[in-house]
């Protein structure tokens, strides 16, 4: 995977840079996109697949993954649940309000080894978030990459997160994207498949040789995920995973995101699966 924390500014590795919140826009009830800009008017300089450190000053900080492309300009943004006192102050911010940045930390998706190569993306829920930021990069340098499809599951239709962006997906021939959900409620609306999103992988017409996989979701989908995949002839080495930790200070100091030897904040949170197959609790 591709490093680049080294690259991030000193400063910006420790204390929190101020920054602007231009929009906020609701994705489910619980969930929120904000985009952001730096009042120094500097790059956030971030990669897809990274993390950043968010701060409510006065409350505490939280590792959240970003979720725009930096093809997409100096705007970042992130996709943030409602989950407890932080994201809770942050869901009742609006444009005009600042908050803090550290970061970008972690590796990310490594760009240079899918150039050339189909890639087939499954995310579910969550996952959305920091797999936008590789599909917002994919369809603004669609001519370096071979076929790119995604997959996305989610509970309920009402769950799914960035849904005016899955429908321009879905309308787009740059990008080959296909959801389920789970199960449909009487008040939903919804014409597409029902199931779990492994049900989406064996109806796929996949050259193992020449395709990259990657990951993000919830702990539970991985395991039968890679399973499919596997059926399909790919290897470990052709399978990219992000893994969720809670990357309390982003450095490698705290030691809160440790897998056995591994600092998800350092070493991850991205992953050829080669890297972590058999380490006892990264997945």
């Known amino acids: 995977m591709c490093n680049v924390s080294q690259n991030t500014k000193a400063d910006s590795l420790y204390r929190p840079v101020l920054c602007r919140l231009e929009a906020v826009r609701e994705l489910t009830p619980l969930e929120k996109n904000f985009s952001l800009v730096r009042l120094d008017a500097e790059p956030f300089g971030h990669r897809p697949g990274q993390f950043v450190q968010v701060s409510v000053f006065g409350i505490g900080e939280a590792p959240i993954s970003v979720a725009s492309s930096p093809t997409r300009g100096p705007t970042l943004e992130l996709g943030i649940r409602k989950a407890g006192t932080l994201t809770g102050a942050l869901h009742k911010m609006g444009p005009g309000d600042e908050i803090g940045i550290r970061g ?30 590789l599909v917002q990069y994919c369809e603004d340098r669609r001519q370096e990459f071979g076929k790119v499809t995604l997959l996305y599951g989610s509970k309920t239709p009402q769950d799914a997160l960035y849904k005016e962006d899955l429908a321009h997906w879905a309308r787009s021939d740059a990008i080959d994207c296909r959801c389920t959900v789970d199960e449909v409620l009487n008040c939903d609306a919804w014409q597409g498949k029902v199931g779990l999103i492994t049900r989406l992988i064996p109806p796929l017409e996949i050259d193992h040789k020449k395709t990259i996989a990657v990951i993000v979701g919830p702990p539970v989908m991985y395991k039968f995920v890679i399973s499919e995949l596997h059926n399909k002839g790919m290897t470990n080495d052709d399978i990219i995973v992000s893994l969720e930790r809670h990357m309390k200070c982003g450095v490698g100091k705290c030691g809160h995101c440790t897998i056995e030897h591994l600092y998800c904040c350092l070493d991850g949170p991205v992953f050829r699966l080669s890297q972590v197959a058999g380490v006892k609790g990264a997945l």
Do not use: V
């Not at 970008?104 to 936008?132: H, K, Q, V, Y």
């Open 104 to 133: 970008p930390f972690g590796t990310c998706f490594d760009l240079e080894a899918m150039r050339g190569n189909d890639l087939l993306m499954i995310s579910g829920g969550c996952g959305l978030a920091p797999m936008r930021a």
